[in-house]
T-cell receptor, first 109, second 117 residues
Framework: GQNIDQPTEMTATEGAIVQINCTYQ??????LFWYQQHAGEAPTFLSY??LDGLEEKGRFSSFLSRSKGYSYLLLKELQMKDSASYLC??????????WGAGTKLIIKP | GAVVSQHPSWVICKSGTSVKIECRSL??????MFWYRQFPKQSLMLMAT?????????EQGVEKDKFLINHASLTLSTLTVTSAHPEDSSFYIC?????????????FGPGTRLTVT
C-alpha cells in the first residue's frame, strides 16, 4: 500500500531552526510537495521537489532523497506565525497526491 | 503564484437540500482539478479528480451520485452535494493543477465550509 509518515507534532522556539521529516512508500513518484496549513484554512504551497537535493526558498528549504524515500522541510529563524500544520504529499505514478497526516508545529516564545 | 477561488466560502443549508460549490482558476488553465474534504483535525482526503470535458474519477467510498462534479472548462469545476445530511458537514477544498513539460503545479482554493443542519 501507499504510505507517508511524518511526526504528529513538534515544538520549537521562536528564532530557532526546525526540521520536519517525511518518509514515503508510494507506487511511483512524480514529485513531493510541502504545504503549510493554518487551522481552518486551505493548504498553501511551500515547495515541490522532483530531483534529489536541497531547494532553498527564503527561510524555508526542502530536501529530497528518492533512493531513501525521504524528504525534510527545514524552517529557519522561526516566527510565531509559522505555527501551523505542515503537510507532506507525494505525486504518485497516476499523478494522484498521496497525503501525510501532517505535522503540527508549535512555536514557543 | 496562481490563484484559485472558491465560492461560497461558507454555507449553511438544511438537511435534504443541495449545495453547489464553484472552483475557478483565475489566471491559468487547469488541466486537472481535484476536490478534497477535510474533517476537523484530519488530513485532506481526496474525493475525486476531474479533467475538463470528461467524467470525474471518484475515490473509493465516495458516492458519485451524491457528490456531482462538473468540469465545464479549463478554469471552472463545480461540486454539488445533493440531498445533504449533517454528516456531510465538512471543509471542502478544491485544487487546480497545470502540467507543462517537466513542470507540475497545483494550487489550492481557500476552501468552503459546509454546515448542514
Amino acid at each position: 500500500g501507499q504510505n507517508i509518515d511524518q511526526p504528529t507534532e513538534m515544538t520549537a522556539t521562536e528564532g530557532a531552526i526546525v526540521q520536519i521529516n517525511c518518509t514515503y512508500q508510494t507506487s511511483g513518484f512524480n514529485g513531493l510537495f510541502w504545504y503549510q496549513q493554518h487551522a481552518g484554512e486551505a493548504p498553501t504551497f511551500l515547495s515541490y521537489n522532483v530531483l534529489d537535493g536541497l531547494e532553498e526558498k527564503g527561510r524555508f528549504s526542502s530536501f529530497l532523497s528518492r533512493s531513501k524515500g525521504y524528504s525534510y522541510l527545514l524552517l529557519k529563524e522561526l516566527q510565531m506565525k509559522d505555527s501551523a500544520s505542515y503537510l507532506c504529499a507525494v505525486l504518485d505514478s497516476n499523478y494522484q497526491l498521496i497525503w501525510g497526516a501532517g505535522t503540527k508545529l508549535i512555536i514557543k516564545p | 503564484g496562481a490563484v484559485v477561488s472558491q465560492h461560497p466560502s461558507w454555507v449553511i443549508c438544511k438537511s435534504g437540500t443541495s449545495v453547489k460549490i464553484e472552483c475557478r482558476s483565475l489566471d491559468f488553465q487547469a488541466t486537472t482539478m481535484f476536490w478534497y474534504r477535510q474533517f476537523p483535525k484530519q488530513s485532506l482526503m481526496l474525493m475525486a479528480t476531474s479533467n475538463e470535458g470528461s467524467k470525474a474519477t471518484y475515490e473509493q467510498g465516495v458516492e458519485k451520485d451524491k457528490f456531482l462534479i462538473n468540469h465545464a472548462s479549463l478554469t471552472l469545476s463545480t461540486l454539488t452535494v445533493t440531498s445533504a445530511h449533517p454528516e456531510d458537514s465538512s471543509f471542502y477544498i478544491c485544487s487546480a493543477a497545470s502540467e507543462e513539460g517537466n513542470s507540475y503545479e497545483q494550487y489550492f482554493g481557500p476552501g468552503t465550509r459546509l454546515t448542514v443542519t
